[in-house]
Nanobody, 122 residues
C-alpha cells in the first residue's frame, strides 16, 4: 500500500511559479522503477495528464517547456516545478503512482493523492 500526499498548491499571479511536492509513504525506499506522475482537473473539464517520471520524464503538450518533474528517491518525493503559469493552469493537481509507467501516463495508476489546488490569477 502506498499513500501519496501532495503539497505546495496555492494562489499565484500569471507568470509566476509554484513547486508542488508529492510525498509517498512506502515500506521501502522509492526507486526510479516506481513510476510517478501528475494530473490535473479543472472544474467542468476532464482530468489531464501533466507529467510523469521513471528514469526519464514525460510531459503533456500544454506544459512542455514550462513545467519540470523531478524526484528525490531518498525522500520518497516527486516534485513538479511550474514556471510561467497561466490562468488556464488553474486546477486541482493530483499525484499518481504505479509500478507501470504506461498506467500512470494513462491515468489508471493504482495510487492517487487527494490533490492540491493551484489557482493562477490573470
Amino acid at each position: 500500500q502506498v499513500q501519496l500526499v501532495e503539497s505546495g498548491g496555492g494562489l499565484v499571479q500569471a507568470g509566476g511559479s509554484l513547486r508542488l511536492s508529492c510525498a509517498a509513504s512506502r515500506p521501502r525506499r522509492t526507486s526510479n522503477s516506481d513510476a510517478m506522475g501528475w494530473f490535473r482537473q479543472a472544474p467542468g473539464k476532464e482530468r489531464e495528464f501533466v507529467a510523469a517520471i521513471t528514469w526519464i520524464t514525460y510531459y503533456g503538450d500544454s506544459v512542455k517547456g514550462r513545467f519540470t518533474i523531478s524526484r528525490d528517491n531518498a525522500k520518497n518525493t516527486v516534485y513538479l516545478q511550474m514556471n510561467s503559469l497561466k490562468p488556464e493552469d488553474t486546477a486541482v493537481y493530483y499525484c499518481a503512482a504505479d509500478g507501470d509507467i504506461v498506467r500512470v501516463r494513462a491515468g489508471t495508476g493504482e495510487y492517487w493523492g487527494q490533490g492540491t489546488q493551484v489557482t493562477v490569477s490573470p
